[in-house]
């Protein structure tokens, strides 16, 4: 069985470590805890690394934010991965910093990247892994905040709460949505 696991983010260094990037961060601690490594492909870097007999196609779209349903489309296509194995890893406004929230479908909730992954399949039914970044900004400072680095004191617990996203991940793949969902939401 395959798996397409995407995480959001932008390419470049100047959004390394940035709240927005929180996917591409996800997806690189799941990468290096079972060996994979990143290669540059078409519309993303990619690895493939295998968990209890499934295979994890990792990838983080290099077609910036705002076009990432190009690159989902192209490596569901390319995989032969079905909607029902994609899991998108993302940052999420709404949710407190370091909570996560597992769901099958759903709307972008304004997200951008997920826009376009929306309008691209056409459709909403996939999965995604929203990752809080919290809402710490003032009014019409929304982009400073999601594109800027983590501040310090999220710093000390953001090691501990990515391990818990990418244990979300292996066990979407591993037990299924809807048991994962139970297991992880609210955490």
Not at 64 to 79: I, T
Not at 156 to 173: D, G, I, S, Y
Request: with cysteine.
């Amino acid at each position: 069985m395959k798996f397409l696991v995407v995480g959001l983010g932008n390419p470049g260094m100047e959004y390394d470590n940035t709240r927005h990037n929180i996917g591409f961060n996800v997806v690189d601690v799941l990468a290096k805890k079972h060996g994979g490594v990143f290669i540059l492909d078409r519309g993303g870097h990619r690895t493939t690394i295998k968990i209890k007999g499934k295979t994890f196609v990792l990838i983080k779209p290099t077609t910036y934010m705002n076009l990432s349903g190009k690159a989902v489309n192209y490596w569901l296509q390319k995989e032969g991965v079905s909607k029902e194995n994609l899991l998108v890893v993302t940052d999420d406004l709404a949710l407190p910093f370091g909570k996560i929230r597992l769901k099958g479908s759903g709307s972008d909730g304004g997200h951008n990247g997920l826009k376009d992954i929306q309008f691209t399949l056409q459709s909403n039914e996939y999965a995604r892994l929203r990752f809080g970044i919290g809402s710490d900004f003032a009014k019409g400072r929304q982009s400073d905040y999601v594109l800027g680095k983590w501040s310090e004191e999220e710093q000390l617990t953001l090691n501990e709460q990515v391990t818990l996203a990418v244990e979300a991940c292996e066990a979407f793949c591993a037990i299924g949505l809807q048991l994962a969902m139970s297991q992880f939401n609210g955490k």
